[in-house]
């Protein structure tokens, strides 16, 4: 990872994680641990300057649209203990998804592709999490 990569790292570290973890405790009432595959990032400016929008905010908004209600805060809060994101090379962008398995949700997408072929939506987040729920 090179310095420009390491830098983006640590603002997303330092800064991005902890305000998802916020906004998502604000909406929810929900505390998730959230960790960023930091190996799958390694060399990959594109995908490091998309995931804080498309990573993190993502989930949020993913949260904030089954928490309209205290039924949907509630499962939330019961069910999803820890979020990660890994990063996929751009030619595995067809393997995205979002997985829930004990309390882990697990979340793949090719952020290095640049545009919203990469990852998956949030009102899709949304729709593949409460399918879990």
Same mark, same amino acid.
């Given at each position: 990872?090179?310095?420009?990569?390491?830098?983006?790292?640590?603002?997303?570290?330092? +800064?991005?994680?902890?305000?998802?973890?916020?906004?998502?405790?604000?909406?929810?009432?929900?505390?998730?641990?959230?960790?960023?595959?930091?190996?799958?990032?390694?060399?990959?400016?594109?995908?490091?300057?998309?995931?804080?929008?498309?990573?993190?905010?993502?989930?949020?908004?993913?949260?904030?649209?089954?928490?309209?209600?205290?039924?949907? #805060?509630?499962?939330?809060?019961?069910?999803?203990? #820890?979020?990660?994101?890994?990063?996929?090379?751009?030619?595995?962008?067809?393997?995205?998804?979002? +997985?829930?398995?004990?309390? =882990?949700?697990?979340?793949?997408?090719?952020?290095? =592709?640049?545009?919203?072929?990469?990852?998956?939506?949030?009102?899709?987040?949304?729709?593949?999490?409460?399918?879990?729920?």
């Amino acid at each position: 990872m090179g310095l420009d990569e390491r830098r983006k790292m640590a603002e997303l570290l330092g +800064t991005a994680l902890p305000a998802c973890q916020a906004e998502i405790k604000e909406d929810t009432g929900a505390e998730i641990d959230l960790e960023i595959n930091q190996d799958s990032f390694i060399n990959d400016a594109v995908a490091l300057n998309f995931f804080e929008y498309q990573g993190f905010k993502y989930l949020a908004n993913a949260c904030r649209i089954i928490g309209v209600d205290e039924m949907g #805060k509630e499962a939330i809060r019961d069910t999803i203990k #820890k979020a990660r994101w890994i990063n996929l090379p751009v030619e595995k962008v067809e393997e995205k998804s979002a +997985t829930l398995i004990d309390g =882990v949700l697990t979340i793949t997408g090719a952020w290095g =592709v640049g545009s919203s072929d990469g990852w998956i939506g949030y009102d899709e987040l949304a729709r593949i999490i409460t399918a879990q729920l």
